[in-house]
């Protein structure tokens, strides 16, 4: 009994985000979701270092070989290496995730918050737009301005980014709509505080946890995004690789080779797998409910 008491007054005196940190690596799917996408960032960074070959290097004395000692995962319709797409392909798919997220965040957060904290006909102008953006289904939309803009992996991500802009618009909104009942947030509006400034200093920093969570999240909706859209040749152009396109070509030969859908294909599913299995944990990790548990 000494010693858990004397463990107590540890654990309470712990800062929140070690507190999380602690819930966290407790969440072991969360850890393991951790380790696929921090194996998956430094494959797609030192790609110019393990790939085996050169990505678009074609080899018509090697086409369609089937997975060996020369070739871990066969070569594809082009002679070319496909573990070396593979890897190459993960830098477009990482790349397109996290900075479609990024701008969607830097688009729908500003927009929210200024949604929530002015009210009025601001309020009904942008959530009625945000709610007619959510109300079409988020690839069907990505599709539609991908091909508006154009077949090219910054279109892609910009139209991903668009359409995933919505969800944070909604979310930030909700969040300052609950921070601008509190009453700190009413009094540092009595003291003539402008909307910009109460989000910024205010509001913000205690929606930090939501739009960190549902980020991790949409960043795998963002690569399973960005792989259809290159799928369909409105993303990362041949022969540069993307797992979308790798697919595509590889639909045309799934009964004589289907080495070449089963890689990019489990690379596609790896990755969103651990992206969501991180963003359950943060979930779970950052819940203040959770402190009772």
Do not use: C, K, Y
Not at 3 to 11: C, E, K, Q
Not at 263 to 275: D, R, W
């Amino acid at each position: 009994m000494s010693s858990t008491a004397a463990a107590l007054p540890v654990a309470r005196g712990q800062s929140p985000a070690r507190r999380a940190l602690r819930r966290f690596l407790r969440h072991r799917l969360a850890v393991f979701g951790l380790a696929v996408v921090v194996l998956f960032v430094l494959v797609a960074a030192l790609a110019p270092f393990v790939a085996p070959a050169d990505p678009v290097q074609t080899s018509w004395t090697a086409i369609r070989r089937a997975p060996s000692a020369a070739h871990w995962f066969g070569t594809d319709e082009n002679g070319r290496d496909v573990l070396s797409r593979v890897i190459w392909g993960a830098r477009a798919s990482l790349l397109a995730g996290v900075i479609s997220v990024l701008v969607a965040l830097l688009i729908g957060v500003p927009v929210g918050l200024l949604a929530g904290l002015t009210g009025g006909w601001t309020d009904t102008v942008i959530s009625r737009i945000a709610d007619a953006m959510l109300s079409v289904p988020f690839l069907i939309l990505a599709i539609a301005l991908a091909a508006f803009l154009g077949p090219a992996l910054e279109n892609a991500m910009l139209a991903i980014a668009i359409t995933a802009s919505p969800i944070f618009v909604r979310l930030s909104r909700g969040m300052a709509l609950d921070a601008r009942a509190t009453d700190w947030v009413e009094a540092a509006r009595a003291l003539g505080n402008p909307p910009w400034r109460l989000g910024l200093l205010h509001v913000l920093p205690n929606i930090v946890p939501p739009l960190l969570v549902q980020a991790t999240l949409a960043i795998a909706e963002a690569i399973i995004a960005e792989a259809s859209l290159s799928f369909l040749g409105l993303g990362q152009q041949p022969p540069a690789p993307s797992w979308g396109s790798m697919l595509n070509s590889a639909q045309r030969f799934l009964t004589q080779a289907p080495w070449l859908a089963v890689f990019p294909g489990l690379a596609i599913f790896l990755v969103v797998l651990a992206f969501n299995l991180v963003g359950d944990g943060l979930r779970d990790a950052l819940d203040p409910r959770s402190e009772r548990r």
